[in-house]
């Protein structure tokens, strides 16, 4: 992983088109986390004397930048779900995530759960996800945003149809009006809190016509069309 991200560092250097690297980067990354994950796995399953089983029962999406296929994020935005409430199953895909994260951060990037701010775990439930955005908060959106954006990276079609209906289906498309609007609010305040420090334009992330807005426009197109 290193050396492929040295490798397509110095091609964007040199002026390879972005699409290129974004291409060849996010399948560098994919395989990446396929191969940790499987490798954690085995070392867990040596370490307690013991498998889980965990077929169709686990996914490991990746949101965010990497759910994008955007290359060069600074950290990577995973979800991991598993779909039971056995907390023998949540406590074995713990062990494995928390492998995971010693040797992520040893690349330099930073693992990133939002969930686990919600459940204190770095495994959610798909039964604690649909609870999460069903909730009345302001910042649903944001939760919103990222299952929207998630792509499956560990997992079986079958764990892929019920998130499909269970989460994108029934809390993003069902609430579109509701995240449409909510969407629009933040990129609203986010400007005129820009404006008001004189900043509207020192961001090409963040400014006022920001790829964060460009972003937040395309998940708005996604849900509503």
């Not at 492929?4 to 002026?15: D, I, K, S």
């Not at 039971?84 to 062990?95: F, K, W």
């Amino acid at each position: 992983y290193d050396l492929e991200f040295l490798r397509l560092g110095l091609r964007t250097l040199n002026g390879e088109p972005a699409a290129t690297t974004d291409d060849e980067f996010t399948d560098a990354a994919d395989t990446y986390i396929r191969n940790l994950f499987d490798i954690c796995k085995r070392e867990v399953d040596e370490a307690v004397r013991f498998r889980v089983a965990t077929h169709d029962l686990l996914a490991i999406y990746a949101t965010g930048g990497l759910g994008r296929e955007q290359a060069y994020d600074d950290d990577f935005d995973l979800l991991v779900l598993v779909n039971t409430n056995h907390e023998n199953v949540r406590a074995y895909a713990n062990m494995i995530v928390a492998k995971m994260n010693v040797e992520i951060a040893k690349r330099g990037s930073l693992p990133h759960y939002r969930l686990a701010d919600h459940t204190g775990h770095y495994v959610a439930t798909l039964d604690e996800l649909q609870n999460i955005l069903s909730e009345d908060r302001i910042d649903t959106f944001v939760d919103q945003s990222q299952a929207l954006e998630a792509r499956m990276l560990v997992g079986t079609s079958r764990f892929e149809q019920e998130f499909r209906e269970r989460i994108i289906d029934r809390h993003v498309f069902g609430r579109r009006r509701e995240y449409v609007s909510r969407m629009r609010s933040e990129i609203e305040s986010r400007h005129s809190a820009s404006r008001a420090m004189g900043r509207e334009l020192s961001s090409v992330k963040d400014g006022v016509g920001s790829l964060r807005d460009i972003i937040m426009m395309l998940l708005m197109y996604k849900a509503a069309y």
